[in-house]
């Protein structure tokens, strides 16, 4: 990145993600239950917490792949509305980053990683090229660009998967529990990744069990139970400080 | 040997504890040794095969045998009238009577199309097989230009050369167009057309917009109601009734019409089943970068749907491609229509005529089904990236 793009970054709206009073069922289940939730551009938060609390349903309501009854979210100073082309401008800039990868396997890891940035964002060919193998060389496996996904290993195909979410050159990154499916071999590579991804700078909401990556790299993390969000602080506190009872029993748990 | 060599074994010599002292290294498989003893035991191994093969064996010389005979060894080749076709004449045993064949080719092929202009449907079928040739060969280049000189640029071509005239061509009516070459038209058109419309009715089906999904639903149920020949007939006979008197549309366009739409709705719930088969993650991961509706459905899920259904497509255009001859109840005489018609030219009735007639016509719709079949197989390997057993 130029100092002048990092300088624009910096310029521009300093709430990357605005959420007010969201309410959200799924048929009569209160799935999020009044979240607010504020993420300020360069913040990296990590969200935790039971399966079924509604972390997922949360991070998938900053890009709009799941709607809601009531409440606001604002991406980047766009609020998110019924409106088909706001939606499709806050998702160009918001990057996701699935837990089965959701790689194309119909393309190459190339033609994955230059769809969108030549359909969506109508670059060249070959400066979409230009960019993937960027990408590719930054998540380390350049080697890979002529395979096809299913020749990958699950680690690698993540790791294909946040260079093509990268070649958006998203403001916003959304992790949904990135290295669940992956095989414990495979994790480290994955969260390297994101750290590195961390070290640049990036805005990023990540929900994850990985309670090592949330100390080494969030600002924030936070506890989600009952679609509401419990406790959030900073990692040290959270840690080594829960205030709430259900924090403490899900660290007790989770750590061991 | 090799592994008390090469391991470390403890207490008593159990293997209770084990530690790996070298790697075993890797070996080529052992090639396959008495093939002809495995083939002899898959074949006669015990009573149960043995009776398999010999009733197998026993109903492979019943069919061949005959229909050996009958196309080859005691067919008739040269000759001039159903004189040379006769068991009196030739004091033997008479098989296929191909001079039939060969005095009715014309027919066969191009109907009554007028012969003098018979040309035009040739340069057609050049033209056709020119451009068809690299479009199916993997690696040729040129594929989209090619594709929309196929399937665009070459139906126009062939509408203006078959009916004419314009640019100085005789205008050939398409009542008197028949055979092979009507044959063709139809499942072309009726393949091409009905591609588009079946992507479409699927998509439809599936949309979000409940007016879409209705209107869609019922057409799909609607056409694939109603028989083939019901459409046919309706589109030939009944449809003048409906229209005002001075809509003079050709019988033949009716017809390409009813073919499309009853076929579109067949390929429109064969393609949703290819959708359906399609996880919602690959939705989500492409509308997640920003791309809308028809970007996702274009780029990402249809080129997915289409593969997972190549062989359920291909059934569908070799149904179609048979069914076209239905067209007969509608006096368009197509390739198996000719063939009926030429049974009753007294200058070739003979006992065989009926067989050879009929041999012929299917030999050709089997070579064009197989080939469509095979090459919708090869097609399918080629596509397949994602590397599962097939």
Known sequence: MTPQQQELRQTRNPVAVDIVGLNKWYGSFHVLRDVDLRIARGERIVIAGPSGSGKSTLLRCINRLEDWQEGSV??????????????????????????????????????????????????PRKAAEDLARHYLERV????????????????????????????????????????????????????????????????????????????????????????????????????????????????????? | MNSIDNTMTEGNGSQLRFVRRAMVPERARPLAVDVIGAIWRRLFGGVFNTMLTLVSAFILVALVWPTFRFMIWDAVWDGASRVDCLEETLKRPVGACWPFVQAKFGQFIYGFYPEAERWRPNLVFLIGALLLAPLLVPGAPLKRINALLFFVVFPIVSFFLLVGGRFGLVHVETRVWGGLLITLVISFTGIVASMPLGILLALGRRSPLPAVRVVSVAIIEFWRGVPLITVLFFATYMLPFFLPPHWNVDALLRVLIGVTLFSGAYLAEV????????????F?????????????????????????????LVNSFIALFKDTTLVLIVSIFDLLGQVRTSFSDPNWATPVTLFTGFAFAGIIYFVISFAMSRYALAMERRLSTDHRAT
């Not at chain 1, 194309?104 to 969506?120: D, E, G, R, S, Y």
Request: hydrophobic share 45%; net charge negative; glycine share 8%.
């Open chain 1, 140 to 256: 380390q496996i350049p080697e890979q660009a002529g395979k096809y996904p299913s020749q990958l290993s699950g680690g690698q195909q993540q790791r294909v998967a946040i260079a093509r979410a990268l070649c958006m050159q998203p403001k916003i990154m959304l992790f949904d529990e990135p290295t669940s499916a992956l095989d414990p071999e495979m994790i480290k590579e994955v969260l390297d990744t994101m750290v590195m991804l961390a070290e640049d700078g990036m805005t990023m909401a990540v929900v994850t069990h990985e309670m090592g990556f949330a100390r080494q790299v969030a600002n924030r993390v936070a506890l989600m139970d009952a679609g509401q969000i419990i406790e959030m602080s900073e990692p040290a506190r959270f840690f080594e400080n829960p205030q709430h009872e259900r924090t403490k029993l899900f660290l007790s748990q989770i750590l061991r």
């Open chain 2, 271 to 282: 393609i949703r089943g290819g959708l359906q088969a399609i996880p919602r993650g690959q």
């Open chain 1, 74 to 123: 604002v991406v980047d100073g766009v609020e998110l509305t019924d409106d088909l082309k706001k939606i499709e401008d806050v998702r160009r800039e918001v990057g996701m980053v699935f837990q089965q990868f959701n790689l194309f396997p119909h393309l190459t890891v190339m033609q994955n990683c230059t769809l969108a940035p030549i359909w969506v964002r109508h670059m």
């Open chain 2, 284 to 312: 989500e991961a492409a509308a997640a970068m920003g791309m809308g509706y028809w970007k996702v459905m274009g780029l990402i899920i249809m080129p997915q749907a289409l593969k997972y259904v190549i062989p359920g």
